[in-house]
């Protein structure tokens, strides 16, 4: 679960976010409870520099690449000319240089293109993020780097403000929990909510936000 400020007294800031969130989703008629914590604000909030953030996605732009099936001799080459090498976390490392990964695995990596329609958000490249109904813009994914180096893929980035991804990071905690709720429940997910949409934009913005400072592998998605 995030943060739930047991040791002071909620922000102003943390306060008019979480009802800016409610008043969202229920417009859009998705349910909601009022007690759900609020999350961190942008005095707590460790919210990753530009360079970290380009290097990981490029990482996981890599991964999901090869979750669709890429052969290894390409793979290997985007890696040498990405120079991305040291960008990959242990359990992406093991996968990128996996000849024969499993089909799970390639399944699992390749939902990670909704993570990295996020960090190109984050990073200036998406202008918007879109309601979490649908699967994101995967050729238009794969374009935002195939005619960049990393470092021109660094030099064209332009970094959001800190309260525009708390924002995003609020909301889509709020949408997992409805997601959540109607799993448990055996309900449909409510209002045209994707729950692999959601639950993959939430495990980035956690990152994003340094939530409980955990490395990428080890990101949590409490509801």
Not at 4 to 19: G, I, M, T, V
Not at 114 to 138: A, N
Not at 147 to 166: M, N, V, W
Request: proline share 4%; glycine share 6%.
């Amino acid at each position: 679960m995030i943060d739930q400020h047991d040791a002071k007294e909620p922000s102003k800031e943390s306060s008019d976010r979480k009802q800016s969130s409610l008043a969202i989703i229920k417009a859009e008629g998705v349910p909601s409870i009022t007690h759900l914590p609020m999350i961190y604000d942008s005095t707590e909030a460790k919210i990753r520099g530009k360079d970290e953030i380009a290097h990981r996605a490029i990482a996981v732009a890599l991964t999901a690449v090869k979750g669709e099936g890429i052969d290894q001799e390409t793979i290997d080459s985007l890696v040498t000319r990405f120079g991305a090498e040291k960008f990959f976390s242990p359990v992406e490392a093991a996968f990128i240089k996996d000849p024969e990964p499993s089909q799970h695995d390639k399944i699992q990596f390749s939902w990670r293109y909704e993570c990295l329609w996020v960090l190109f958000w984050s990073l200036g490249y998406i202008g918007e993020l879109d309601r979490p109904e649908k699967h994101c813009d995967v050729a238009r994914a794969v374009t935002i780097l195939r005619d960049r180096s990393t470092e021109e893929f660094i030099r064209d980035a332009k970094l959001r403000p800190i309260g525009e991804i708390l924002d995003q990071a609020d909301l889509i905690y709020r949408y997992h929990w409805a997601v959540t709720d109607a799993r448990i429940k055996n309900l449909s997910t409510p209002a045209g909510l994707d729950g692999g949409v959601v639950m993959e934009r939430h495990y980035v913005l956690n990152w994003l936000t340094g939530y409980m400072d955990q490395d990428w592998d080890e990101v949590s998605t409490d509801t």
